[in-house]
C-alpha cells in the first residue's frame, strides 16, 4: 500500500510531494531495512556488480561522502584488508571500517592530508556529489558538472595506475568535454544509468577504469 502525505500548516505542495516520493520509495525502504545509510548506496553496489572495480584489498576514497552510504557499500566490497576514508565538509556519523575527515577536498592541503592518512595513493575515487540546488536546470547542470571535472583532476593526482573514477553527473550537454579528458587519463570510460537512479532524473554515472597513471 502506498503511504499518502496529508498536507500539513507550512509544508509546500512541492514538499509535500516530496516526501510522499520518500515514503513510497523501494530503495528507500529497502535501504531502511538493510541498514544502509541511503538510497544512494544501491547505486553503487549495482554499477559495482556490473563492472567489479572495487576489490578486495583496495583503497577508497570517497568524496562528499555524507550521510554515508557508499563508505558502506565500498567497505563492505573491499573487505577488511581494504581502507575506505570518507571526506566531506560536513560531519559524517561514525560507520564500522570506514575512516572520515572533515574536509574540503578543493583545499590546496588536501591532497597532501589525504595521501598522509591513507599512506600513499587510492585504487578508487568516488563521488556522489551535488551542489545545492538553485532550481534554474541549466545552472544546477553547470554546478554539478563543475564538482565531477574537479573531482576528476583531484583523483588524477591522488589514483594509482590502474585505478578506478565513479562520479555523478547530469545530462545536458556539457559533458562530452568531460568525457574528452577522462578519456586521456583512463583505458575505458562509459556512461552508467543504474536501476536505482529515479526514471525521470537526469542523473548519470561516468565510470572510468584503467587510470593511465
Known amino acids: 500500500m502506498s503511504v499518502r502525505v496529508k498536507t500539513a500548516?507550512?509544508?509546500t505542495t512541492s514538499s509535500k510531494a516530496w516526501l510522499q516520493r520518500q515514503l513510497n520509495d523501494p530503495y528507500v525502504i529497502a535501504a531502511?531495512?538493510?541498514g544502509l545509510r541511503s538510497r544512494a548506496a544501491f547505486k553503487l553496489i549495482e554499477i559495482d556488480d556490473r563492472y567489479k572495480f572495487i576489490k578486495k584489498g583496495h583503497k577508497v576514497l570517497d568524496l562528499g561522502a555524507a550521510p554515508g552510504?557508499?563508505?558502506q557499500v565500498?567497505?563492505?566490497?573491499?573487505?577488511p584488508k581494504g581502507t575506505v576514508l570518507g571526506v566531506d565538509l560536513q560531519e559524517v556519523d561514525p560507520l564500522p571500517g570506514v575512516e572520515l575527515m572533515l574536509l574540503d577536498f578543493l583545499a590546496d592541503d588536501a591532497i597532501e592530508r589525504i595521501l598522509e592518512r591513507l599512506?600513499?595513493?587510492v585504487n578508487v575515487v568516488l563521488s556522489d556529489m551535488a551542489a545545492s540546488s538553485s532550481g534554474h536546470r541549466q545552472t544546477d547542470h553547470m554546478k554539478i558538472m563543475a564538482l565531477c571535472e574537479a573531482a576528476l583532476e583531484f583523483a588524477c593526482q591522488i589514483t594509482e595506475p590502474g585505478g578506478a573514477f565513479?562520479?555523478?553527473v547530469l545530462q545536458g550537454g556539457t559533458e562530452t568535454a568531460l568525457l574528452?579528458?577522462?578519456r586521456k587519463h583512463y583505458?575505458?570510460?562509459r556512461h552508467v544509468k543504474p536501476e536505482a537512479s529515479r526514471k525521470d532524473s537526469s542523473e548519470m554515472y561516468v565510470l572510468a577504469t584503467g587510470f593511465k597513471g
Open 69 to 71: 552510504g557508499w563508505c
Open 9 to 11: 500548516k507550512g509544508r
Open 187 to 189: 583505458e575505458t570510460v
Open 166 to 168: 565513479c562520479a555523478k
Open 32 to 34: 531502511k531495512d538493510a
Open 74 to 79: 565500498s567497505a563492505q566490497r573491499a573487505g
Open 180 to 182: 574528452k579528458e577522462m
Open 119 to 121: 599512506d600513499g595513493k
